[in-house]
């Protein structure tokens, strides 16, 4: 077995601590939990269980050494529109943009190249099969890539000089007074636990703006938002409204201290709508659907208010 060297110093837990400093992913390190392959203090453990530098961590390196063979199957592509040069579709939770550090998973992206094989040698990294953005795993909602290198810098260009408009849902917990706002915390890779940081305007970061209208709020507990970001930095939405202390629903990485958050299995944040310039020409807005589970999650919360 050998140690990890931790770096959070306050408890956090396992899976996501393990998940800033070795290079799986998540999900790897949660059946290799489940395994009995990492230990804390000299004993099993759950992925849920708090430590911090003051525990003894240890894995078996040998149980990942299996292999790189992409797990589960092969995701299902949900086309919304697709002509010559692009592709739009809605990808669903828990389904990876690209392949990431550790991950032996398919892809959305593997998915694109198995549909348009020709898609393997668009973009930047081939890996990412002409993707001209991405959303978080367990986020929801539109994704564009480019079908021909030349649609795909067409699309990289839109994006990188924020000529797109992009409408999220999402479902932030406690009460937002404001009916609309705007948030401009500069965003900053964090010291701990592998995510972002929204800073201060007197701090280092990168810019960072989210626009925000309330459309519901559920009874004190949440609030929806009809939430459109002017840039596109990494966890930018859950970021912000973590800085502001009403984190999205269901994320279990950005938490507040004595906040108890609300268990989805992902995030409610689903992108809904993308408006974009054509490669061939005129500007589209595309649309996807609220998935089934957070109708039902909205329904669920507006019924538990009325009986009480």
């Known amino acids: 077995m050998l140690n990890v060297a931790l770096t959070n110093q306050d408890p956090a837990r396992l899976d996501l601590s393990l998940a800033a400093v070795l290079p799986y992913s998540r999900n790897q390190l949660q059946k290799a939990i489940a395994a009995g392959a990492i230990l804390v203090d000299n004993a099993a453990s759950t992925p849920k269980s708090s430590v911090s530098i003051k525990n003894v961590v240890s894995y078996n390196p040998d149980y990942f050494t299996t292999a ?168 930018q939405i859950r970021a912000h409204f973590f800085a502001l202390e009403h984190p999205v629903v269901g994320d279990q990485l950005y938490v507040q201290k004595g906040q108890k958050q609300i268990d989805l299995g992902r995030l409610f944040l689903h992108a809904r709508e993308l408006t974009i310039e054509l490669p061939s020409g005129g500007q589209q807005t595309f649309t996807a659907p609220l998935p089934q589970a957070l109708v039902d999650t909205l329904d669920h919360m507006r019924q538990s208010g009325r009986k009480h």
Do not use: W
């Open 68 to 235: 790189p063979i992409p797990a589960g199957t092969m995701p299902k592509l949900d086309i919304i529109f697709e002509n010559d040069d692009i592709i739009v579709v809605n990808k669903a939770a828990g389904v990876l943009s690209h392949p990431a550090p550790g991950s032996h998973e398919f892809t959305l992206a593997d998915a694109l190249k198995v549909h348009c094989p020709t898609m393997e040698h668009v973009g930047d990294d081939a890996a990412r099969a002409g993707l001209a953005h991405r959303l978080d795993r367990d986020a929801s909602g539109i994704v564009v890539a480019g079908k021909t290198r030349e649609a795909f810098l067409f699309l990289k260009k839109q994006f990188s000089e924020r000529l797109t408009t992009k409408h999220y849902t999402v479902l932030v917990l406690g009460n937002i007074v404001d009916d609309h706002g705007t948030i401009t915390f500069p965003i900053a890779r964090s010291a701990t636990l592998g995510r972002m940081a929204a800073r201060p305007t007197s701090q280092e970061g990168k810019e960072a703006i989210t626009h925000y209208d309330v459309v519901e709020r559920l009874n004190g507990h949440a609030t929806l938002l009809d939430v459109v970001i002017e840039t596109g930095r990494t966890h």
